[in-house]
């Protein structure tokens, strides 16, 4: 039976590292082989296992309850689960956004952040929160908001750094245009850790038109450029010619997409 490495399981199945070695050490959902290194071993089962953990989360199920579901056997339940939920901890949070907490929302956010997949932690945590904020006065709003980006922009960039380590997928540069260093795109850059791409990361970049001429560019295999709000003409120009100039993959933001869409 073929076994795998965690970094190799984390690009199978969008689960980082330091989240299985949460589900292993706090709730037991997980228990790898071993080489005789201590070194963690996953097999089809544990594929499949994970598969099966990611779906109760994906249908609103916190983690700390899908031990005992998985263990019960009834998997025909996962249908009943709330699809627009949200995960216990927005609550607190927000409560000590409201306080200006920092302490207390830290310690929230390092932990859901930790012990869940990039996909819940953005859809049931990180969303509920700032449509939950967008309510609130806009004088008081700008505060808790301020805290909340600054405490995951920390947490998120401490993970891309502690993950940006593999190689397995080839070298990536992410750009981030000027105006968006924000929780958005560093999603979009640990998503590309997770898939084995060692990022460099560039932020507010005000003009792409100098990738066309750097020499180094062909150094990666992958460009990926992130941007929330609209650009200029002229830097569409410089996307399109560099999609046509160059030989890896470029990947970009959804608003990016919908501008090329409409040119």
């Known amino acids: 039976m073929k076994k795998y490495a965690i970094r190799e399981i984390s690009e199978m199945t969008g689960v980082k590292p330091v989240t299985l070695r949460a589900w292993q050490r706090r709730y037991s959902l997980i228990e790898p082989e071993r080489t005789p290194k201590g070194h963690r071993l996953y097999t089809q089962k544990h594929i499949d296992l994970i598969d099966k953990i990611q779906g109760w989360l994906n249908k609103g199920v916190s983690i700390g ?23 216990d901890d927005v609550e607190p949070v927000l409560d000590a956004l409201a306080n200006l907490n920092r302490g207390k929302a830290e310690t929230l956010i390092n932990a859901v952040v930790k012990e869940y997949p990039l996909k819940v932690v953005d859809g ?25 980006q600054s405490l995951m922009l920390n947490k998120l960039n401490s993970i891309i750094d502690a993950e940006n ?39 507010e970049v005000e003009d792409l038109s100098g990738l066309l001429i750097h020499p180094a560019i062909e150094e990666f295999s992958l460009i990926g450029i992130y941007s929330a709000r609209a650009i200029g003409e002229a830097q569409l120009t410089a996307l399109n010619q560099l999609e046509a100039k160059f030989s890896g993959q470029i990947v970009v933001s959804e608003l990016l997409k919908q501008l090329r869409c409409e040119q």
């Open 65 to 87: 309850k899908v031990k005992a579901l998985i263990e019960s056997g009834n998997d025909n339940s996962i249908d009943m689960a709330d699809n627009d939920a949200q995960l």
């Open 124 to 148: 049931q945590f990180i969303q509920p929160i700032l449509k939950a904020l967008s309510s609130v006065r806009q004088c008081l709003r700008t505060l808790q908001f301020g805290l909340f």
């Open 165 to 203: 380590k593999a190689t397995r997928s080839g070298k990536a540069l992410f750009i981030s245009i000027l105006g968006n260093a924000d929780i958005d795109s560093c999603l979009m850059a640990l998503s590309l850790v997770e898939k084995g791409f060692n990022i460099t990361m560039l932020k």
